[in-house]
């Protein structure tokens, strides 16, 4: 079992939809949770970082963080045809100089005109 | 304010050849991890270098290592090249004993593809 999990997609959603992104993660020592978004032969940028339970808001993104359950959605509002990228869940169970970030395989997005 | 540059942007190889990467990191970063990341995956961590050594090192043969220069931009180098060598490999910098692990600034990676 692979330590981060997503769906891989492709996902293909119309412009204005509601996105719902899906990473589940096995190892209860994660405490820093990260959403990377990757466009095509790029590098990954970082898009929502949290490390409490709960959600996280930022404009059309929302992050969610349920330790219980070990779940952590990515929602995207009102979607728009930039947001098509591949989405990247990361995390780190440490702070400081002895973190490593452990991602998924990532979600392949395209949000069509 | 600078990013993260890597160079070159693409390589062809062919197996069995050596291969040099090249990073500089995001201007006041000190500290620099190389990650791989193959078609459809996510990124793999290789290795994280400050004050020119190699601090933490991932699951990656000895073919694959590194340097750092004084000022602070890195190598990777991977001999003996085999085709699952194939992939995206980024940079990623950050400033040493940032506390949040979300600090990373990453470059836009070198697309090696060794045939």
């Known amino acids: 079992q692979k330590e981060v999990e997503q769906d891989p997609g492709p996902l293909s959603v119309p412009e204005g939809a509601i996105v719902s992104l899906n990473c589940t993660y096995s190892?209860?020592?994660?405490?820093?949770f990260m959403w990377y978004r990757q466009y095509s032969r790029k590098g990954p940028e970082l898009l929502m970082y949290?490390?409490s339970s709960g959600n996280k808001e930022d404009g059309r993104f929302t992050a969610q963080v349920d330790k219980s359950s070990k779940y952590i959605p990515l929602f995207i509002r009102d979607s728009q045809p930039s947001d098509s990228a591949t989405y990247l869940c990361a995390m780190s169970a440490n702070a400081g100089n002895n973190r490593k970030l452990i991602w998924g395989l990532g979600t392949s997005l395209a949000v069509n005109p | 304010d600078a990013g993260v540059t890597q160079s070159p942007t693409h390589l062809i190889k062919t197996r069995g050849q050596q291969v040099t990467l090249r990073c500089s990191p995001k201007?006041?970063?000190?500290?620099v991890s190389w990650y791989q990341q193959a078609l459809g995956q996510g990124p793999q961590f290789i290795f994280q270098y400050y004050e020119e050594e190699e601090r933490q090192r991932g699951n990656f043969p000895d073919r694959f290592s590194g340097h750092q220069f004084p000022n602070y931009s890195s190598e990777l180098n991977v001999n003996a090249l085999l085709l699952g060598d194939s992939a995206l490999y980024l940079c990623?910098?950050?400033?040493?004993?940032?506390?949040?692990?979300?600090?990373?600034?990453f470059g836009s990676g070198t697309r090696l593809t060794v045939v």
């Open positions: 201007s006041g970063h000190d500290t």
């Open positions: 190892n209860s020592a994660f405490q820093y």
């Open positions: 990623a910098s950050i400033i040493f004993g940032t506390q949040q692990p979300y600090g990373y600034t």
């Open positions: 949290t490390y």
